[in-house]
């Protein structure tokens, strides 16, 4: 079984990441390597985030590597909040509810609800960058429905679905997610070597 280093402490990532992959990983997060680092992550897309954490990783603790990044966009607000998801409440880091609250105070009188979540994977294995990404349509609700999940997944509808990411299990919100998809894509290519 191939180990690979997930670069993140997210718990709800790496538990998601380590379900899908199942038996075909070992995969180790950054605590796991003894990596304490704040990386930095400046990019203004979503690929430049995911390149500039995975280049980190493996430039300093010299490992294989993957490292990705999710952002919510909704098209009435020109993509955001993008790569700004996990900060998009003013003056708060990673604060869910927060970034919650501020999405739906932008989106007060839009009435088109169109969004889509979007990851991107960078891979860095012997020395050489791939890139995989994973797209999932819906819309946004005026409320959050369900208390499952993490991030905006209470707001946010699968096409064809008639609930919320966070209203779902997490093996049903797997089976379709935009992580779920990169993440089908990163480990049907490590499957060839």
Known sequence: MRTIVFATNNAHKLSELRAMA????????????????????????????????????????????FADDTGLEVEALGGEPG???????????????????????R????????????TVIALIIDGREHLF?????????????????????????????????GSASAEAKNSVSHRARATARLIQYLKTL
């Open 133 to 165: 990404e994973g797209r999932v349509d819906g819309e946004i609700l005026t409320a959050p429905e369900g208390d499952g999940g993490f991030g905006y997944d209470p707001l946010f509808r699968p096409d064809g679905w008639d609930k919320t990411f």
């Open 83 to 105: 790569v700004h998801s996990a900060r998009y409440a003013p003056g708060t880091d990673h604060d869910s509810a927060a970034n919650m609250r501020h999405l739906l105070r």
């Open 107 to 118: 989106m007060d009188d839009i009435t088109d609800r169109r969004a889509c979540f979007r």
């Open 22 to 65: 199942g038996d075909s990983l070992c995969i180790r997060s950054l605590s796991d390597i003894g990596c304490t680092d704040d990386i930095p992550e400046t990019g203004d897309t979503l690929r430049d985030n995911a390149l500039q954490k995975a280049r980190w990783v493996a430039s300093r603790y010299g490992c294989d590597c």
